[in-house]
């Protein structure tokens, strides 16, 4: 499975944008782009995935470059409840036909 | 409605006992994963079920490992004769034929003295 590169942590304000950055150079044709983001002792939760073109949802935005070798997930206004780790996983065939390989994801601070 | 549940929520065991952890999917997900989390760390993959047939166990750490499940309803991951390596978050998440996004529990923490 192809990996991903993601920083260690990332520190925000609360109530501003935060773009989370992942590469993923050797990604391939099939494979979707996944977020999860897992707070402080609880299981991970499903953030948004996508293929090619950018995708919007209630929680967040992401941007895939035209190459499809990073993306970056974007919080528009990040809150305290923010704070958490994002994990950028990738998928082949969107995930519906095993497992998702998780990293050790992007440690996300949020101050008031 | 409700969502993966996990029992027990917290488990401490005595080195060389058999623990069994319990999960009980989301209504009508046909598939159904089992993960590891060890401190600080990130997600291990152990196993995966399509229904009660188990097509890649290849994240099972040893022989001591086990799991099974019942149709397409609650599973049982058991560590026979545990060790304290052992001891991590253990998650089940489980996912809608067909779909992509994998819906997880809140885990059972492992504790092997």
């Known amino acids: 499975d192809a990996k991903t590169t993601q920083p260690n942590s990332m520190e925000s304000n609360e109530e501003e944008p935060v773009h989370l950055p992942c590469n993923h150079s050797?990604?391939?044709?099939?494979?979707?782009i996944h977020w999860y983001r897992q707070l402080p002792s609880q299981g991970p939760e499903y953030v948004i995935h996508?293929?090619?073109s950018n995708v919007n949802n209630r929680m967040a935005s992401l941007a895939i470059a035209e190459d499809r070798k990073s993306s970056t997930l974007i919080l528009h206004r990040a809150t305290l409840r923010d704070a958490a780790v994002y994990y950028c996983?990738?998928?082949?065939?969107?995930?519906?036909?095993?497992?998702?390989?998780f990293g050790k994801g992007t440690k996300l601070s949020v101050k008031p | 409605g409700a969502g993966v549940s996990q029992s027990p929520s917290n488990k401490v065991t005595e080195k060389g006992k058999d623990v069994e952890l319990r999960c009980d999917p989301i209504?009508?997900?046909?598939?159904l994963y089992w993960y590891r989390q060890r401190l600080g760390q990130g997600l291990e993959f152990l196993i995966y079920?399509?229904?009660?047939?188990?097509?890649?166990k290849s994240g099972l750490p040893s022989d001591r490992f086990s799991a099974e499940r019942t149709g397409e309803s609650v599973s049982t991951l058991t560590i026979q004769r545990t060790q304290q390596e052992d001891s991590a978050v253990y998650l089940c998440?489980?996912?809608?034929?067909?779909?992509?996004?994998?819906?997880f529990g809140p885990g059972t923490r492992l504790t092997v003295l």
């Open positions: 998440a489980s996912r809608y034929r067909g779909t992509d996004t994998q819906y």
């Open positions: 050797t990604i391939s044709g099939t494979d979707y």
């Open positions: 996508g293929l090619t």
């Open positions: 996983i990738l998928a082949a065939y969107g995930g519906s036909q095993g497992n998702l390989i």
């Open positions: 209504s009508g997900h046909t598939a």
């Open positions: 079920f399509q229904g009660n047939s188990a097509p890649d």
